[in-house]
């Protein structure tokens, strides 16, 4: 009996250290497309110049881009099975938002440099299957255009 309630304390232990160590891991869901709104520029400019990511958040209605006074750019965003962030803008989007502005920092780009570090918010990270907030790092990231569809490519 001494054996088998051992047995039991151990195994549960080892259970315990296998899903802790699981739900640290990023979880690839390539059929996992999730819809975002991004405020594009740079933190250091307080949001409102140069490219960057200032802001990432979930979109859950299909309201206007406007929130709470700032406008935002609708993109789809997915994980894919090489553990890389792939973020989709539409051209009609990139017109769309801010007069076209943002517009030259894809248009006939191979690459796109970000300037600083944005953190992902847990909400947005989750949603794309990791339980730790994704960290897009500073340095220039892939662009390739397909039928009116820009598609930013960003290792993990």
């Known amino acids: 009996m001494k054996k088998f309630v051992l047995l ?6 080892s259970a ?28 250091v400019s307080h949001c409102e110049t140069g490219f960057g990511f200032c802001r990432f958040i979930m979109q859950f209605t299909l309201e206007d881009n406007k929130s709470s006074g ?3 750019i609708s993109a789809k965003a997915s994980i894919n099975s ?17 007069n076209g502005s943002m517009l030259k920092y894809f248009e006939s780009k191979k690459s796109i440099k970000v300037t600083e570090n944005y953190e992902l918010s847990s909400e947005v990270s989750k ?7 994704l960290v897009i790092k ?7 255009y397909n039928l009116g569809i820009y598609i930013m490519t960003i290792p993990l």
């Open 16 to 43: 315990q250290f296998i899903f802790a160590n699981a739900e640290t891991s990023l979880v690839p869901r390539p059929d996992l497309v999730i819809t975002i709104k991004i405020r594009l520029h740079t933190r």
């Open 82 to 98: 090489q553990n890389q962030l792939i973020i989709k803008f539409t051209e009609s989007d990139l017109k769309a938002y801010e």
């Open 70 to 72: 700032e406008e935002l």
């Open 127 to 133: 949603a794309l299957g990791s339980p730790t907030p």
């Open 8 to 13: 039991f304390i151990l195994g549960l232990i």
């Open 138 to 144: 500073e340095g220039n990231y892939n662009i390739d």
